[in-house]
C-alpha cells in the first residue's frame, strides 16, 4: 500500500540547516506532484512547499520563499526539503504528502497520503 516516511528532523539552532527526506513505497512515485506541510502545537496545518512530477515546477509559501526549497530525485523515489536559515518559529512538524495529480498543490484537499511526519526543533 501507499507510503511515506520522513527523516532528518531534529534539532537546531536558529541559523543552521536541516534537510528532510521523504521515502515514498508502493505507488510509481514519478506520476504524482509531492508536498511538504507543518503543524505547530495549537495550529492549524499550513503548507511549505510542493513540487510537481517532473520537478519542473515548484511553489514555496511566502514564509519560507528564499530559505526553504523542495526537490525530488524520481529514481530514489524520495522528496526532499532543503531548510536554511532557520528561524524559531519554523519549529513544527513537518509532514510530506501525495497530490491527487501530477502537478504542484498547495491545499491540504489536493492531497490524498501522508506521512506520518518529522519534528523539526528550532532553538534560539
Known amino acids: 500500500q501507499e507510503q511515506l516516511v520522513e527523516s532528518g528532523g531534529g534539532l537546531v539552532q536558529a541559523g543552521g540547516s536541516l534537510r528532510l527526506s521523504c521515502a515514498a513505497s508502493?505507488?510509481?512515485?514519478?506520476?504524482?506532484?509531492m508536498g511538504w506541510f507543518r503543524q505547530a502545537p495549537g495550529k492549524e496545518r499550513e503548507f511549505v512547499a510542493t513540487?510537481?512530477?517532473?520537478?519542473?515546477?515548484?511553489v514555496l509559501a511566502d514564509s519560507v520563499k528564499g530559505r526553504f526549497a523542495i526537490s525530488r530525485d524520481n529514481t530514489q523515489n524520495t522528496v526532499y526539503l532543503h531548510m536554511n536559515s532557520l528561524q524559531t518559529e519554523d519549529t513544527a512538524v513537518y509532514l510530506c504528502?501525495?497530490?491527487?495529480?501530477?502537478?504542484?498543490?498547495?491545499?491540504?484537499?489536493?492531497?490524498?497520503?501522508w506521512g506520518q511526519g518529522t519534528q523539526v526543533t528550532v532553538s534560539s
Open positions: 508502493g505507488f510509481t512515485f514519478s506520476r504524482f506532484g
Open positions: 504528502a501525495r497530490a491527487r495529480a501530477s502537478g504542484p498543490r498547495r491545499s491540504l484537499g489536493a492531497y490524498d497520503y
Open positions: 513540487i510537481d512530477w517532473t520537478a519542473g515546477t515548484t
